[in-house]
């Protein structure tokens, strides 16, 4: 069975502060990883995935990922966060049955 | 932009009504999905669909029924609804085989 952990579940940071936003994820098989994006009273937006290839992935908004095998993590960071990155994000994980298993989420809050 | 449509987007009903909750998509997408979403806890799968005429139930046991008459359309019904109904439904679809899913807005369902 596959599931996924994000061990913040808040996270403030100082606008233009870097930020980190854990994930680790548990599976027996091979895995895909994705990160989405809630902003207030809307749906899920993909910000960045991990299929195959390189192990750091990024987005077009400055976010990066990196999937590393051995610590089964795929840690969200920004070097720089801005005031409209204030929202939550999921961490998802897809193997074997193809259906996608999310995290608990992890609000981050950017304080002017 | 994701052509994803779920209405109603808010939703106050009483006790022991019956509700669908709906879900369209142009995308052509065989795969869809339904979650249900608690604050602080992770997206839940209630059910999904591989095409036309499949569905599958989720992780998380579930009251409601699922149709897929359309590739386009995934309703999701509660035959009577009760407080503990209460939570954000998210629809979302997906071409399948570890591609990225797109959601829709939601729909915040309150039972009183």
């Known amino acids: 069975a596959q599931s996924v952990t994000q061990l913040d579940s808040q996270v403030p940071v100082f606008e233009e502060a870097p930020v980190e936003l854990r994930c680790n994820y548990s599976?027996?098989?091979?895995?895909?990883l994705f990160w989405y994006v809630q902003y207030p009273n809307q749906g899920l937006q993909l910000l960045l995935k991990?299929?195959?290839?390189?192990?750091l992935v990024e987005s077009i908004n400055g976010f990066e990922a990196e999937f590393n095998k051995s610590q089964t993590s795929f840690h969200l960071r920004k070097p720089s966060v801005h005031i409209s990155d204030t929202a939550e994000y999921f961490c998802a994980v897809e193997a074997g049955a193809n259906n996608l298993f999310f995290g608990t989420g992890t609000r981050l809050t950017v304080i002017p | 932009e994701a052509d994803i449509y779920q209405t109603p987007r808010y939703l106050v009903i009483g006790t022991g009504k019956k509700i669908t909750l709906e879900c369209s998509q142009t995308m052509g997408h065989d795969k869809m999905y339904w979650y249900q979403q608690d604050p602080g806890m992770e997206l839940h799968l209630i059910h999904y669909s591989y095409g036309v005429n499949s569905t599958e139930k989720g992780d998380l046991s579930s009251e409601s029924t699922v149709s897929r008459i359309r590739t386009e359309h995934f309703p999701l019904t509660l035959e009577s609804a009760r407080p503990s109904h209460t939570s954000q439904y998210l629809c979302a679809s997906s071409r399948g085989g570890y591609t990225e899913a797109f959601f829709g807005q939601g729909t915040r369902l309150t039972v009183v």
């Open positions: 599976s027996s098989v091979s895995v895909y």
């Open positions: 991990y299929l195959s290839g390189s192990t």
